[in-house]
């Protein structure tokens, strides 16, 4: 069973996410907190996390940033957004990482799932 961690500031979004992935066959795991998330995250856990990138506190760039140097890149992430792509901005921040696994919301599960297997495949 894949594990995903979801960090996201809205309860109702976290929720909602993660009862349609478990009803999908993956463990989730939620924080609304993006230090909470930091403080409690776990070296080789999770097989990918969701995102969200404006959050208050700490943006999920920052929170990539950190997790990244605790991990050290191992765990695959989608950021999650409402607003437009932030490729650009992340470019700016990591200029030599190939992330581009942004989703935007809203999104059905069922793309949802289909976003997050693909990003699952890839090498």
Same mark, same amino acid.
């Given at each position: 069973?894949?594990?995903?961690?979801? @960090?996201? $500031?809205?309860?109702? /979004?976290?929720?909602?996410?993660?009862?349609?992935?478990?009803?999908?066959?993956f463990e989730v795991h939620t924080h609304n907190d993006p230090l909470k998330a930091l403080e409690n995250f776990k070296p080789? @856990?999770? $097989?990918?996390?969701? /995102?969200?990138?404006?959050?208050?506190?700490m943006s999920g760039f920052e929170l990539y940033r950190e997790i990244k140097k605790k991990n050290e890149g191992k765990t695959k992430i989608c950021f999650f957004t409402a607003f437009e792509v932030y490729y650009e901005e992340f470019r700016k921040m990591f200029p030599n990482l190939e992330v581009k696994c942004f989703i935007r919301k809203p999104i059905t599960i069922n793309d949802l799932v289909t976003h997050i297997n693909s990003e699952l495949e890839r090498k």
């Open positions: 069973m894949k594990k995903i961690l979801v @960090v996201d $500031d809205e309860p109702d /979004i976290t929720t909602s996410v993660r009862n349609g992935l478990e009803r999908k066959g080789d @856990v999770y $097989d990918l996390m969701l /995102i969200d990138i404006r959050m208050p506190k």
